[in-house]
């Protein structure tokens, strides 16, 4: 059977767009993996409602409650590849299995790529946070390093400064202009030249920033700017325009979330430039919304 939508990804945005369109009684199929960007956190914060859960639990209160509605259906897997054009779409999964759809939501979100320096990767999520709005207030003030990875890494610590007293490790980044060096002197950030070369210690306890030089600077936690990828090919499979954005390559998409290809949307982390679970939340239901209405009557796409 010819479903209205596929979502391919299972998170805050493919799961939002499929609460609408499930309303809508609309035959939806949510291709998910099961590896949602967030699983490296123990729990979320900022979500209304919701303060302190896992983005797992929620996520899997979620998928239960959208069982009640007879026409989305779950499948577990990977989207392999996606061809066709308006109202006929096929969508292979790494299985095998071929379901073919009249629109397609693009929700995988993104990968987040950390730099290569050892220690880092392990407290990825933990003591090592990407974002100061989620995981900030838990830290409780004192020492926080930002290790620079691009140039508004220092922008990042400027940020940061409201939680704690920051560090910024260049990190081999070219030195800010004097306009930005007067920003962290507003905003009494340190800066720490010298290349990081390694995180000591253990994931969930102080870390100990190891430099070049032989300096090594101990910190409660650190925030970093990863570089971001979006999932899968499809989307440049498909033809979809991308722009760039501080942190990386997204989905380009209109105010509905449609993307440049007419019947294929996108929303979540590989849709917008900054992203957290409300953001993404909210990015599904305009997804949603616009699939549904591109179903009844012409969209413009841009």
């Not at 870390?207 to 090919?233: C, D, M, W, Y």
């Amino acid at each position: 059977m010819q479903q209205d939508a596929i979502i391919i990804g299972g998170g805050f945005a493919g799961l939002s767009a499929a609460y609408i369109l499930g309303r809508a009684r609309r035959h939806v199929t949510i291709i998910d993996s099961g590896t949602p960007r967030n699983r490296f956190a123990a729990h979320a914060h900022g979500v209304l409602g919701h303060d302190g859960k896992s983005g797992a639990a929620i996520l899997a209160e979620a998928r239960a409650q959208l069982s009640a509605y007879p026409t989305v259906t779950f499948l577990r897997g990977e989207a392999d590849s996606a061809e066709g054009t308006l109202d006929d779409f096929d969508v292979r999964t790494d299985s095998g299995e071929v379901v073919a759809t009249r629109r397609i939501l693009l929700a995988s979100g993104v990968e987040d790529r950390l730099p290569d320096i050892p220690g880092l990767q392990e407290r990825w999520g933990q003591t090592a946070l990407h974002c100061p709005y989620c995981h900030g207030y838990e830290i409780g003030g004192g020492p926080i390093g930002v290790i620079a990875t691009q140039p508004m890494s220092a922008h990042q610590a400027a940020v940061v400064a409201d939680w704690g007293d920051v560090t910024l490790f260049t990190n081999g980044m070219p030195e800010p202009d004097e306009a930005t060096l007067d920003l962290l002197a507003q905003r009494s950030v340190r800066l720490q030249p010298g290349t990081v070369i390694a995180i000591d210690g253990a994931p969930d306890a102080p870390a100990q920033v190891r430099l070049a030089n032989g300096t090594s600077v101990e910190v409660k936690a650190l925030f970093i700017a990863p570089e971001l990828h979006i999932r899968g090919t499809l989307a440049q499979d498909l033809g979809c325009a991308l722009d760039d954005s501080p942190a990386g390559k997204i989905i380009a998409t209109n105010a509905m979330k449609a993307t440049t290809v007419a019947g294929v949307f996108a929303a979540g982390d590989n849709a917008r430039a900054f992203g957290n679970i409300t953001l993404s939340s909210a990015d599904g239901v305009m997804a949603g919304l616009g699939v549904h209405q591109s179903l009844m009557f012409p969209v413009a796409h841009s």
